[in-house]
Nanobody, 130 residues
Framework: QVDLVESGGGSVQAGGSLRLSCSVSVRYHGYCLGWFRQATGKAREGLARIDSVGKTTYADAVKGRFFISQDNGRNGEKTNLYLQMDRLNSDDAAIYYC?????WGGGQCRGLLADEYTSWGQGTQVAISS
């Protein structure tokens, strides 16, 4: 069973926008959800997180350009998590991952480090062309 499934990656010109989506299994309802990325040869980097009441936090590298949001599904439906990415540049080229954790309980989000998140999607590739 695949619980987190990303989509929406692709190639975009520098300066352009892209919207990533993640289908989130009902088992993660009420969890802290986030987006990370990993560029070739680099460590996995936390970008944004959203808690169970919709409070968002962003890494400095993407603040003001990337926006995390989610749809709250009805009973039994999956939630969709989104990452709107604007003014993309070459540094944004990476594999992007959707993630979930209940590390802090109650749907709280207190961190944006990879080892604080327990469930991961398979990733979606984002390439930037000049």
């Amino acid at each position: 069973q695949v619980d987190l499934v990303e989509s929406g990656g692709g190639s975009v010109q520098a300066g352009g926008s892209l919207r990533l989506s993640c289908s989130v299994s009902v088992r993660y309802h009420g969890y802290c959800l986030g987006w990370f990325r990993q560029a070739t040869g680099k460590a996995r980097e936390g970008l944004a997180r959203i808690d169970s009441v919709g409070k968002t936090t962003y890494a400095d590298a993407v603040k003001g350009r990337f926006f995390i949001s989610q749809d709250n599904g009805r009973n039994g439906e999956k939630t969709n998590l989104y990452l709107q990415m604007d003014r993309l540049n070459s540094d944004d080229a990476a594999i992007y991952y959707c993630t979930a954790t209940n590390k802090w309980g109650g749907g709280q989000c207190r961190g944006l480090l990879a080892d604080e998140y327990t469930s991961w999607g398979q990733g979606t590739q984002v390439a930037i062309s000049s």
